[in-house]
DNA sequence: ATCTCCTAACTTCGATTGAC
DNA sequence: GTCAATCGAAGTTAGGAGAT
């Protein structure tokens, strides 16, 4: 027999309820809508028949919650017959399971009951959503710590960076000023033996012959 | 009594994608 | 280009609980 696939607009029309109204249910109550190659939603005979007594039971009062957990039995217990899962089946067994359901939550000095029994939110589940609280808070602390200490690092690490490129350029800036002293007085000494020689190439030959090489006067006749 | 806060259950919006 | 679908995020509403 062809299974038919309804679209979720068809589905919400056959429900009776808008289209994003199922998509949060399908959320709400995990459930697993498969896809078609595009993506699209698609439902079956039984997602509906499932879709109209949740909004049945909506309907008399019950919230998403307990729907989901009674929900949760029923296809525990019918999942493996869903094709031939009739509507009156489908309605006892999750009468029965939100039953249980009511008498598992109200009976315990642990819950918190409010209304028709139906809202309850166990002490467990408030120790565990403190725990993850706990844990999260502790977690920024030790993120915002470990910032702060990679923070501190980057400082030092700057500043000794800072002191080190500083020594090193005083040291590169005294190595060039001495090397240009060298330079300087390396040029300062050619100049001189230069200039001397100039000097006494200007000499004229005959006082050059009174006054020697040097420029010293000679001796007559000497 | 009323104000504030919180939660559940939608509802709306904007961006994106694919079919016709 | 229009329509119909997706998703995630933000907004809205109603009702309950606690504080003042």
């Not at 498969?34 to 909004?55: A, S």
Request: aromatic fraction near 6%; proline fraction near 1%; charge should be neutral.
């Amino acid at each position: 027999m062809d299974e038919v696939h309804y679209l979720i607009s068809d589905a919400s029309k056959k429900v009776d309820v808008e289209a994003h109204v199922l998509r949060y249910w399908e959320e709400e109550l995990e459930l697993d809508i498969p896809r078609n190659e595009m993506g699209h939603r698609y439902y079956t005979d039984l997602h509906i028949r499932l879709f109209k007594q949740v909004k049945n039971l909506k309907e008399k009062g019950y919230q998403l919650k307990a729907i989901k957990h009674a929900l949760n039995q029923v296809l525990k217990k019918d999942g493996k017959a869903q094709g031939e899962l009739s509507d009156e089946i489908l309605e006892r067994d999750m009468n029965a399971a939100l039953k249980e359901f009511k008498e598992e939550n109200s009976g315990t000095s642990l819950s918190t009951v409010k209304g028709d029994g139906v809202s309850v939110v166990a002490m467990e589940e408030k120790m565990e959503q403190f725990q993850q609280i706990m844990n999260l808070i502790i977690g920024r602390a030790l993120e915002v710590n470990n910032e702060k200490l990679s923070q501190d690092i980057s400082c030092l690490v700057n500043e000794k960076m800072g002191k080190e490129l500083e020594f090193l350029f005083q040291a590169s800036d005294q190595k060039e000023e001495e090397r240009f002293r060298q330079l300087d007085e390396t040029l300062r000494s050619c100049q001189k033996g230069g200039q001397a020689e100039a000097a006494a190439a200007k000499v004229p030959f005959f006082k050059r012959r009174r006054f020697g090489r040097s420029g010293k006067k000679l001796r007559d006749g000497k």
